[in-house]
T-cell receptor
Framework: RKEVEQDPGPFNVPEGATVAFNCTYSNSASQSFFWYRQDCRKEPKLLMS???SGNEDGRFTAQLNRASQYISLLIRDSKLSDSATYLC????????????FGSGTRLSIRP | DVKVTQSSRYLVKRTGEKVFLECVQDMDHENMFWYRQDPGLGLRLIYFSYDVKMKEKGDIPEGYSVSREKKERFSLILESASTNQTSMYLC?????????????FGPGTRLTVT
């Protein structure tokens, strides 16, 4: 079983739709959680950190469920510019060697 | 704004060549990382450095070495390039305790080994 798993997609949704991704992790000692966004042929960039209480940034909401060991990303009122690959990142025990990236979920927003 | 730069965007090398990939960051970050990204496998950590002259192996260090002589510069060396090292190489940096804070990535180097 992979340490961090994501549905690779692609998710193909119409503009204005709400879309949600989940990311599961296997190590209960995981401490820090992030969502990164990667556009085609570009480098990953931080979208948002994920806090235990959940957090929201505009149209984006991130949640952490420690009991079930997953994090989620919800995008409301999706825009064409949201088309990208979304990477889930989990850090275990604050050690650099245990920063684990998921393979990413590809999202495509259609007009 | 943090800027992470990589020496080349595209590189083509022959099997057996020694390859140097350079990365420079301008924000005085303690931590620097080298990853490779392959389809379906995501980003995998090759090496990490938390200070000048300090390094730690990541998940896939075989066939690679690194050098960090100055805080702003982190080099990845392929001692003898092989075709299975054809990949996208991404450098990143971060401050503070590694893994707690955001990583800033360079634009990547797409290396092809023929």
């Amino acid at each position: 079983r992979k340490e961090v798993e994501q549905d690779p997609g692609p998710f193909n949704v119409p503009e204005g739709a709400t879309v949600a991704f989940n990311c599961t992790y296997s190590n209960s000692a995981s401490q820090s959680f992030f969502w990164y966004r990667q556009d085609c042929r570009k480098e990953p960039k931080l979208l948002m950190s994920v806090y235990s209480s959940g957090n929201e940034d505009g149209r984006f909401t991130a949640q952490l469920n420690r009991a079930s060991q997953y994090i989620s990303l919800l995008i409301r009122d999706s825009k064409l510019s949201d088309s990208a690959t979304y990477l889930c990142v989990v850090n275990i025990r604050s050690s650099a060697s245990k920063i684990i990236f998921g393979s990413g979920t590809r999202l495509s927003i259609r007009p | 704004d943090v800027k992470v730069t990589q020496s080349s965007r595209y590189l083509v090398k022959r099997t057996g060549e020694k390859v140097f990939l350079e990365c420079v960051q301008d924000m005085d970050h303690e931590n620097m990382f080298w990853y490779r990204q392959d389809p379906g496998l995501g980003l995998r950590l090759i090496y990490f450095s938390y200070d000048v002259k300090m390094k730690e192996k990541g998940d896939i260090p075989e066939g690679y070495s690194v050098s960090r002589e100055k805080k702003e510069r982190f080099s990845l060396i392929l001692e003898s390039a092989s075709t299975n090292q054809t990949s996208m190489y991404l450098c990143a940096s971060s401050f503070g305790l590694a893994g707690i804070y955001e990583q800033y990535f360079g634009p990547g180097t797409r290396l092809t080994v023929t």
